[in-house]
């Protein structure tokens, strides 16, 4: 099963963006998307570790190098602010 990762410098940045795309805040550091999906929200170049093969990374603002590298295993999608 894959998952979905959101990708900003801050949660309030991440935040707005998702709320712009009408998914709905569920904890702390997560979203829900209209369809039951759960977005997880990251933040640092480490987190990046976490992504796997097959996943969804929507990336608010510039995409650091290291998940730019990613691309090919994931699928990244532009999130606007």
């Known amino acids: 099963?894959?998952?979905?990762?959101?990708?900003?410098?801050?949660?309030?940045?991440?935040?707005?963006?998702?709320?712009?795309q009408g998914w709905r805040p569920r904890g702390r550091a997560e979203w829900h998307k209209p369809d039951g999906t759960i977005v997880y929200?990251?933040?640092l170049d480490e987190q990046l570790a976490i992504v796997q093969a097959g996943d969804t990374v929507y990336v608010v603002g510039e995409p650091?190098?290291?998940l730019r590298?990613?691309?090919?295993?994931?699928?990244?999608?532009?999130?606007?602010?």
């Open 41 to 43: 929200f990251i933040c």
């Open 1 to 20: 099963m894959s998952s979905e990762y959101l990708f900003a410098d801050t949660i309030a940045i991440g935040d707005r963006a998702a709320r712009k």
């Open 69 to 81: 590298r990613l691309k090919r295993i994931c699928t990244l999608v532009a999130l606007a602010t």
């Open 64 to 66: 650091p190098a290291e």
